[in-house]
């Protein structure tokens, strides 16, 4: 069965520098997403993308994040300056343009901020 | 607001007995509702979803999950549990009907099955 894969699985970085995070959603998938889960709560949304442009954004994604489609199959997320709140997991999902279709997500980043 | 609550952090269950975890929700309008299951280490599952339509929805593993409009709650069941079952469990809604918008997560609930 079609995977969304992410790497790396685990991302230690010091503060104020800059990191990207790298996704492959599935390969027939238009619909792409960021979700963010600080450890000990709740799994939150950050943004989706689709058609090469930002669809929704949530709160959290400000100007220091970006995503971007560099080619045909890989989805970035890019974290300017982090911060140690930054630390997090990171998920990426995708899903199909059928309306009804679930989101599937990949394993995740674990984002270690020092 | 829009929010899922699963007001039990942890569920406790016997191999081979039913198992019930509870997921309200608050949204406007007609949601879409699904349920993810996390192993240790690894990303979000897709176990089912309810649209529109009967609502009694089954999905993988023989899980199914009750849409009750008027308790506004999304709970998930399954009537054996397997030891394997034990994970940690995430009810989620898409508030604005279609399943591309942005995911609101409860907090997880953690099912443990002892053998």
């Known amino acids: 069965e079609p995977e969304v894969t992410q790497t790396p699985s685990h991302q230690v970085t010091q503060m104020g520098q800059e990191v990207i995070l790298r996704c492959v959603p599935i390969?027939?998938?238009?619909?792409f997403y960021w979700y963010r889960q600080i450890l000990g709560q709740k799994v939150e949304f950050l943004v989706s993308?689709?058609?090469?442009?930002?669809?929704?954004k949530s709160e959290i994604f400000d100007d220091q994040f970006s995503v971007e489609r560099p080619d045909g199959s890989n989805f970035t997320l890019k974290i300017r300056s982090t911060k140690l709140e930054d630390s997090a997991m990171y998920f990426c999902?995708?899903?199909?343009?059928?309306?009804?279709?679930?989101?599937?997500f990949g394993d995740g980043t674990r984002l270690s901020i020092l | 607001a829009q929010s899922v609550a699963q007001p039990e952090d942890q569920v406790n269950v016997a191999e081979g007995n039913p198992l019930t975890v509870k997921c309200t929700y608050s949204?406007?309008?007609?949601?879409?509702l699904f349920w993810y299951v996390q192993y240790p280490n690894r990303g979000l599952q897709f176990l089912l979803k309810?649209?529109?339509?009967?609502?009694l929805v089954k999905g993988s593993y023989g899980f199914e999950a009750e849409f009750n409009k008027s308790q506004t709650s999304f709970h998930l069941k399954k009537p054996s549990a397997l030891v394997s079952d034990s994970a940690l469990y995430f009810c989620a809604v898409s508030p604005y009907g279609g399943s591309q918008g942005n995911l609101i997560f409860g907090k997880g609930t953690k099912l443990s099955v002892k053998p």
């Open positions: 309810y649209i529109t339509g009967d609502n």
């Open positions: 999902a995708s899903s199909d343009i059928r309306v009804n279709q679930p989101q599937h």
């Open positions: 993308f689709y058609n090469n442009e930002i669809s929704e």
């Open positions: 390969s027939n998938h238009l619909y």
């Open positions: 949204v406007s309008g007609n949601p879409y």
